[in-house]
C-alpha cells in the first residue's frame, strides 16, 4: 500500500486523477501505514516484557470474560485470528505458565482455556504501558477530532462490509 502511495504522489499528474480520487487514495495508504507501524510498535514493546502482543491480547480477552474462560474458537473469532494463530499463541501461553487448558464441563469433548494467576499479573504489567500509548498517540486530538474520526471508521467499516459482501 506504501507503493501505491508513493506512486499516486509521483504519478498524479500523469495519471489525470481527480482530487477526490487522489484523497482517497491518501486515505486508504495512510490508514494502512499507520496501522501496520503501530501495529509493528505494539508488537516490539510486547516483546520486551516477553510475549507477542497477540498472545497479550488473548490474555485481555481471557480477563474480561464473565468466567474467566473461553474456548479456542470463540478466543480467534474475537481476535479475527485463526484457530492455528490461537493454539499457537495458547501452546506459548501455556508454557509460560499464563494460561492452562482445562476440559469443558459442559463439553467433554471441548476443552476451555483460563487465565492463570501469573497471566493476570502479566496483564496488569503490561496494561499500563499501552494505555499510556494510546493517550500519546491521539494527545493531540480534541474530543470533537476523536467523534470526527470515530465516524469516519464507522463509515469505512460499513463500506468494507459492504464491499466484503460483493
Sequence with gaps: MFHFLHAIE?????????ESEYKTGRVLADLFFLTTEIQKD???RAREFGISYGQYMLLCVLRYQPDG???PSALADHLKVTRAAVSSMIDALEKGGYVARELDDRDR????????????NKVKEMTPLFLSLMDRLVSEFGESDIDSLLQGLAKLKGGFEKLRQD
Design 10 to 18: 509521483r504519478y498524479s499528474g500523469q495519471l489525470n486523477l481527480f
Design 42 to 44: 505494539l508488537e516490539r
Design 69 to 71: 474462560r473461553s474456548n
Design 109 to 120: 469433548r471441548g476443552m476451555v482455556i483460563s487465565m492463570t494467576e501469573t497471566g493476570l
